[in-house]
């Protein structure tokens, strides 16, 4: 997930090469130097759990793990070819039962899998995390799942991520001073095979991102940008909607008004050819955007690059999601937050579509920008005081 609001933490590099962050940086509170986590299992398997806590240690900006009492230990310097990393496991609870660990002040991940631990590996760059878009990779049948976190001077955000897969469901929360308690990321009661089996009835090649073990087990569903790197989704699944957008502000304005506190902040596209140009209130060319293709568009990356500035990165996030959700057609002013907008088109983010209608709440991190509007799976607060992780039933 990406946020574009103050300083940044940049949590890590996901697989595949898509950056997320967390939290904004700057500092009004003093949080404890760690936070307890509660883990849940509710999960109803009986195979082992394992825990992981990585990261970037925002004191030093070494990266690292974090032990069951949250002290830091660094990566070894590592290798070419990477070598093992240290065993980072923490033994997780049995199904039905709790633990908790605590939580350092990290940019990073809290990993959980089941039956087997996570394999790791440290190269000269630093830690090599697991890639399930690598057929050999090692951890590729186990099934697995990630938290991200930022835990700082400011407090606390944790969130449920389907950026790059969607897998073992879990729910994140956190409990404040004054025992408020927030949670997102919960499915539907039958959520998770719900998902599986729209997924798998939805033509065009999406069922393709769904991966299995070796006994046919169902893993985990790519996301459709790493779906079209391995040659799962066809590369121009979006095309046709793109190819309308184009169409439609040839001859119409797209008003982007991409800051929820600054209303009076607006931007104006039209297409030239094969470009969107955008316009500030004074008519002066503030920036451009090629084409997209599929791959962009579900990575908010590369043509629709979106920097840590104050117009084209919003310019950017707010195409992104329009494109995700296909709201652009139905709304010349963006972003369109009424969620019964979303997904209607027939060519969409139909990965991101299920995924959203099995959560309790609605909220998920389906796409990098799927926090515009609000609609990530994310909780955060100034004064922490507990995290959650729950695993819920694969059911």
């Not at 109803?44 to 925002?58: E, F, H, K, Q, S």
């Not at 050999?136 to 976190?149: A, T």
């Not at 299995?212 to 996301?223: C, M």
Request: net charge neutral; charged share 15%; proline share 7%.
């Amino acid at each position: 997930m990406r946020k574009l609001h103050g300083l940044l933490i940049a949590a890590m590099v996901v697989a595949g090469g898509s950056i997320t962050t967390v939290a904004p940086a700057a500092e009004a509170n003093v949080t404890a130097a760690t936070v307890p986590l509660e883990v849940a299992n509710k999960s109803g398997r009986t195979d082992a759990v394992y825990l992981y806590v990585l990261g970037t240690n925002l004191a030093t900006g070494q990266q690292g793990w974090a032990d069951a009492g949250g002290g830091f230990h660094a990566w070894p310097a590592g290798g070419t070819p990477p070598t093992p990393a240290p065993d980072a496991s923490i033994p997780g609870p049995a199904n039905g039962q709790s633990i908790t660990i605590r939580l350092p002040k990290f940019s990073g991940r809290v990993y959980f899998s089941y039956g087997q631990k996570l394999k790791f590996f440290v190269t000269t760059g630093g830690l090599v995390q697991p890639d399930v878009n690598n057929p050999s990779d090692p951890n590729r049948n186990i099934l697995f799942n990630w938290s991200e976190y930022t835990l700082n001077d400011s407090g606390l955000w944790i969130n449920s991520t389907q950026v790059d897969m969607f897998s073992a469901p879990y729910a994140v929360g956190v409990k404040n001073t004054s025992g408020t308690v927030r949670n997102t990321g919960h499915l539907k009661s039958g959520g998770y095979r719900g998902f599986f089996n729209a997924l798998t009835g939805q033509p065009g090649g999406w069922a393709n991102l769904i991966q299995r073990d070796p006994s046919g087990n169902i893993l985990r569903a790519i996301a459709p940008g790493h779906g079209i790197a391995a040659g799962a989704l066809p590369a121009d699944v979006m095309n046709d909607y793109v190819n309308r957008v184009w169409a439609k502000y040839s001859s119409a304005t797209l008003t982007v008004q991409p800051f929820a506190d600054q209303p009076g902040v607006r931007y104006y596209g039209r297409v030239s050819g094969n470009v969107m140009n955008f316009t500030n209130g004074a008519g002066q060319v503030v920036t451009s955007f090629q084409k997209p293709d599929s791959d962009s568009i579900f990575g908010c990356y590369k043509l629709l690059d979106a920097p840590n500035d104050q117009v084209r990165g919003p310019i950017s996030r707010t195409l992104c999601a329009g494109f995700n959700r296909s709201t652009l057609l139905t709304s010349t002013t963006q972003p369109d937050t009424n969620a019964a907008d979303f997904y209607t088109d027939v060519v969409t983010n139909h990965y991101a579509r299920k995924i959203h209608a099995q959560m309790q709440d609605g909220k998920a991190y389906a796409f990098a920008f799927d926090d515009v509007g609000n609609f990530e799976s994310l909780v955060n607060d100034s004064n922490p005081t507990t995290a959650y992780v729950t695993l819920d039933p694969l059911d």
